[in-house]
T-cell receptor, first 112, second 116 residues
Framework: NAGVTQTPKFRVLKTGQSMTLLCAQDMNHEYMYWYRQDPGMGLRLIHYSVGEGTTAKGEVPDGYNVSRLKKQNFLLGLESAAPSQTSVYFC???????????FGDGTRLSIL | AQKITQTQPGMFVQEKEAVTLDCTYDTSDPSYGLFWYKQPSSGEMIFLIYQGSYDQQNATEGRYSLNFQKARKSANLVISASQLGDSAMYFC?????????????FGKGTHLIIQP
């Protein structure tokens, strides 16, 4: 059972570079999320999607863009990476309103 | 705005003892959901238990139970008969609401260490 798969698992970027994190889920979930986790903090919501073709801002959306062109994929983009975006990024998905979110294993991103 | 507070940054507990991890929340929405997640040192997020605001009974899942006190706005996680494998970070989270918002708001977590 693949569940939620994040690609890549690790990445080092230089300030100003761009990159895209990929999240893929095989559970046919409508709802998908991107979070970031910084040391000593809980997860904070960056962007989310309630269905194919729709996206919305979370708590900390600045500096990130997202796209949901296919139901199973949710992409997180950094157009011009900054050191403040060094973090562990988690993708999650869920089905019904009371159902828990299923998380990927995370992407550890370092911006130098 | 919603807020989750976990007041115990770290806890040391002897193996086989029961553990209570505190969580208080703040929301003005009468309908809400509360979740607990476990994050071991390997980093993945593992769902443990869910409590809805209108649920009549406290949620239970195996060794995990939720002490839900609505009037006090608290949703403490109780782990019975702790095991060495319970050592991990534990996060309390609330479903976001208001204005069509979605996703979870997390607390800062409690680092639980089970000692043999």
């Amino acid at each position: 059972n693949a569940g939620v798969t994040q690609t890549p698992k690790f990445r080092v970027l230089k300030t100003g570079q761009s990159m895209t994190l990929l999240c893929a889920q095989d559970m046919n979930h409508e709802y998908m999320y991107w979070y970031r986790q910084d040391p000593g903090m809980g997860l904070r919501l960056i962007h989310y999607s309630v269905g194919e073709g729709t996206t919305a801002k979370g708590e900390v959306p600045d500096g990130y863009n997202v796209s949901r062109l296919k139901k199973q994929n949710f992409l997180l983009g950094l157009e011009s990476a900054a050191p403040s975006q060094t973090s562990v990024y988690f993708c999650a998905s869920r089905t019904g309103y009371t159902q828990p979110q299923h998380f990927g294993d995370g992407t550890r991103l370092s911006i130098l | 705005a919603q807020k989750i507070t976990q007041t115990q940054p770290g806890m040391f507990v002897q193996e086989k003892e029961a553990v209570t991890l505190d969580c208080t929340y703040d929301t003005s929405d009468p309908s809400y959901g509360l979740f607990w997640y476990k994050q071991p040192s390997s980093g993945e997020m593992i769902f443990l238990i869910y409590q809805g605001s209108y649920d009549q009974q406290n949620a239970t899942e195996g060794r995990y139970s939720l002490n839900f006190q609505k009037a006090r706005k608290s949703a403490n996680l109780v782990i019975s008969a702790s095991q060495l494998g319970d050592s991990a970070m534990y996060f309390c989270a609330m479903r976001r609401s208001g204005g069509g918002a979605d996703g979870l708001t997390f607390g800062k977590g409690t680092h639980l260490i089970i000692q043999p």
